[in-house]
Each structure stands twice: as C-alpha cells, then as structure tokens.
C-alpha cells in the first residue's frame, strides 16, 4: 500500500540521513504493522537491531523470518543465528539447547546442531543427555574412523559419569571391534 511505502521511506531517511534509530525502528514497526509479513521490514529491523545490539528484539525478528519462511535452509540459518545469540549475547544455555531441538525437530539428522548440542551438554554437564546425543550421533555414523571417537567418548561417559558398568563394558567391546588396538578401550576394559 501507499502508506506502508511512505512509512518504510520515512523509517529509512530517519535511519540513513538522520541517524535516529528509535525513530526509524517506530516506523519500520509501523509499516510492519500495516503487512506482518512484509521482508523489507523485517530486514531493516534485522539490520537496525543487531547495529544497536538489541538482541531480545532481533531473536524477535529472527523467529518471524524463520515462521514466514518456506525455504527450510533458510529457517534453519535463522534458527542456529537464534541459538547462537542465546548462548553468546545472552549468555542462555537452555534457550540455545531449545533452540537447536528445534532445529532437530525439523531434521533429526542435523549433524551440526548435533555437535552444537555436544558441545553445551558437555559443558553443563548434562550426562544424560551427553549420552543420548552421542547415541544420536552414532546411529546417523557408518564410518568406522569416525565411530570410534565417538564410541570411546561414550564409554568413557558411561563408566566415569552414568556409572553404567555393563554398557561401558559393551561399548568398550564395540570399539575393539572395530580398532583392534584402540590403546585407551583395551586399558579400560582391562
């Protein structure tokens, strides 16, 4: 419409030649207002928020992009940008870990969120979880050299972390399998 064009014209000049960015944020919201699903907004706000560090406001955005969306590489960009700035601006593990079970949700053989998902159990020290995920990892795994590591880790987290002596045994076992001399499964099942 005429008038949502004059707003972002106007939200525009007042970011551009005025450098008042409260004002051009009111009218980009405005136009957004007229037509929800309107890009050109949406991207102005983008840019104008993360100018201005206004992350609450930009996770905002990055979600209305993500539910406007039909591309799903697309949404899951804009998903790892959330998490991403949940974990890094925000200094929130559970929204990050949320976020990228969401990612899974969508695809449950996203092999980055996985390692993402790693990575922040590991550092909370979410055994379960820790374990669950690696699990995970190895099922969507056929390669031995990279089930190995992954094995190892597993069982070096079920016998020192979950406190499951059977399972560790069989994982350790599982790894022999595979690397024979895999030095760190033959010590520990010794």
């Given at each position: 419409?005429?008038l ?30 007229i ?9 102005a ?8 560090e ?9 979600r ?18 959330m ?28 092999q ?38 992954l ?17 560790a ?5 599982q790894v ?15």
């Amino acid at each position: 419409s005429l008038l949502r064009e004059l707003l972002l014209g106007v939200a525009a000049a007042y970011d551009e030649k005025l450098g008042e960015s409260e004002k051009a944020v009111e009218y980009y919201r405005r136009a957004q207002a007229i037509e929800p699903d309107d890009p050109t907004a949406l991207s102005a706000l983008e840019k104008l928020y993360t100018r201005h560090e206004r992350w609450s406001d930009l996770l905002e955005t990055y979600r209305r992009k993500a539910e406007l969306t039909t591309d799903p590489a697309e949404r899951e960009g804009l998903y790892f940008r959330m998490a991403s700035l949940w974990e890094e601006q925000l200094g929130n593990v559970d929204e990050a870990i949320a976020t990228y079970k969401e990612v899974l949700g969508q695809d449950d053989g996203n092999q980055r969120a996985l390692k993402a998902l790693d990575r922040l159990y590991l550092g909370k020290s979410a055994w379960h979880e820790l374990g669950d995920n690696l699990s995970r990892q190895l099922a969507l795994t056929s390669e031995a050299a990279q089930m190995v590591p992954l094995l190892v880790r597993l069982a070096d987290l079920r016998e020192h972390k979950l406190g499951e002596m059977a399972a560790a045994v069989d994982t350790y076992r599982q790894v022999l399998e595979l690397q024979p001399d895999n030095a760190p499964s033959t010590a520990a099942l010794e």
